[in-house]
């Protein structure tokens, strides 16, 4: 007797950060999200894997062609699981530091904003994304272990 074959659709598999600064004018904390003309929506930065790319890494090119920015990975955040184009997606992602940024637009991306976490919650279009700014709140706040002395 056969086995059923599984007819779902793979998922698009993709990965991004939640980038994050200190702002150069008040200290407080800003989280960077992307504009992308083609859907006209506010997110994080984030894009497909390339065949047989790291996730991480594929998150931090994505970071670096739509920003910009060089970050600096730090723990990984949840992964997000939705329909887009009516296929499953599967996004991992992580928080990280912006190391330095020099933005420039493209097609695929026109408009960067650095925002509190407060204004990216109400800029962000779509629902699904907001939680991740609680997931990097809590990794930001999380106490640091006590470095022994050397």
Known sequence: MS???????TPVLAAGCVLWRRSPVTGELELCLVHRPKYDDWSWPKGKLKRDEEALAGALREVAEETGCRAVPGPELQTLRYRANGRPKQVRYWAAEAASCAFSPTDEVDRVLWLTPVAARARLTQPHDRPLIDALLAVLNRPQPARRPD
């Open 3 to 9: 086995t059923p074959k599984d007819t779902r659709p």
